[in-house]
C-alpha cells in the first residue's frame, strides 16, 4: 500500500508537468509567431513588402499580468500515510504569498504523532512545528503561466514530548538468548527544538489557481533540548535525527491559489537574436 501511494503520487506530479511543458509551448509559439521580420515600404506611388535584414528583425514580447495573492495547501503524503501506517498519525499546512516577482514568504504549520519502533527502543512522539522563510522562484513564465522552480530557506521551530515505550538493554554475550523487552511509560514533556532548511522545489499549475508540487528539504539542527538519560531521536517537522545534526524530508503538495491583485507588464519590443551561420 506503501508504495502504490507513492506511484499514485508521483503519476500526479508527472502529469503535472506534462500539462506545464504544453502550455509552455503553446505559449512560446504564439510569442514567436509575433517576430516581426517584414516591413511595408514605398515604391513609385505603391507600397510593397521587403523582408528586413536579420540584424534588424524584433520579436514582440506580448504583455501580460501577474497576480499577487495567498496559496494555501496540505501535504499529501503526511494527510495519507496513517491509511498505511498505524504508527503514525500527521497532517502539514502550507502557504505562500507573493511580495515580488520572484520572491514569496512561505510556511508550514504541521502537527506529528509518530510511535519509532527500534532496534533497543520503543518510544512515541508527539507534536507540533512551525516553519517560516521564503521561497525564489529561478523559472521565468511566459504570458499567464504561474509555475515555480523554487531554492528556499526556512527556519522551523517545534514542541513535542516523548514517551518511552519500552527498551532492550545490551547484552554482550547474548548465551541465554535475548534479553526480553523492558516495559517503561516515561515521559519527558515541554521538549523543543529548532533548525535551519534549505529547500527546493516545483509547483506546477494543473487547473484554475490550483497547483501540485514537490519539494526536498536538507535540515541542520539549531537548538535540542533533550531530557535526562534520552535521545531526541524524532522530532516533529525535522524527522529522524540518528545522523547526528542533519536531517532530510520532502512533501507532495495540492494547494488553491487566492488571487487578491493585479499587476500589469507591457508588451516589449526587443531585437532578434540572429540564429548561428553554418
Not at 511509560?185 to 532548511?197: M, P
Not at 501540485?212 to 531526541?232: A, C, Q, Y
Not at 532530510?248 to 540564429?275: C, D, H, R
Request: charged fraction near 20%.
Amino acid at each position: 500500500m506503501k508504495h502504490t501511494l507513492k506511484y499514485i503520487f508521483s503519476i500526479c506530479l508527472v502529469f503535472s508537468l506534462f500539462l506545464v511543458q504544453a502550455q509552455e509551448t503553446t505559449t512560446l509559439k504564439n510569442t514567436i509567431d509575433s517576430t516581426s521580420t517584414e516591413a511595408i515600404i514605398p515604391d513609385n506611388g505603391n507600397l510593397k513588402t521587403v523582408k528586413l535584414p536579420e540584424e534588424q528583425q524584433q520579436v514582440v514580447v506580448p504583455a501580460k499580468t501577474n497576480r499577487y495573492g495567498l496559496r494555501v495547501g496540505v501535504d499529501l503524503y503526511k494527510l495519507t500515510r496513517g491509511l498505511y501506517d498505524s504508527d503514525y498519525k500527521g497532517i502539514e499546512f502550507v502557504g505562500d504569498y507573493r511580495l515580488t516577482k520572484k520572491y514569496y514568504l512561505a510556511a508550514e504549520l504541521g502537527n506529528e504523532n509518530k510511535t519509532t519502533d527500534d532496534t533497543r527502543l520503543n518510544f512515541t512522539t508527539k507534536g507540533s512545528y512551525l516553519k517560516a522563510g521564503f521561497d525564489y522562484n529561478a523559472y521565468e513564465n511566459w504570458l499567464d503561466m504561474e509555475n515555480i522552480i523554487s531554492i528556499g530557506l526556512r527556519y522551523g521551530f517545534s514542541t513535542f514530548n516523548q514517551e518511552l515505550n519500552s527498551y532492550k538493554i545490551y547484552n554482550a554475550n547474548p548465551y541465554f538468548g535475548e534479553i526480553p523487552s523492558i516495559a517503561s511509560g516515561e515521559k519527558f514533556n515541554g521538549l523543543t527544538a529548532s533548525w535551519i532548511e534549505v529547500v527546493a522545489g516545483v509547483k506546477a499549475k494543473v487547473f484554475d489557481n490550483v497547483f501540485m508540487g514537490f519539494s526536498l528539504r536538507l535540515n541542520l539542527l539549531v537548538s535540542n533540548k533533550t531530557p535526562d538519560n534520552f535521545e531526541n531521536l524524532y522530532i516533529p517537522g525535522f524527522n529522524r535525527t540518528y545522523d547526528g545534526d542533519f536531517g532530510v524530508g520532502f512533501n507532495y503538495t495540492v494547494s488553491y491559489f487566492i488571487p487578491l491583485y493585479k499587476k500589469k507588464v507591457e508588451a516589449v519590443v526587443v531585437p532578434k537574436k540572429p540564429q548561428p551561420k553554418r
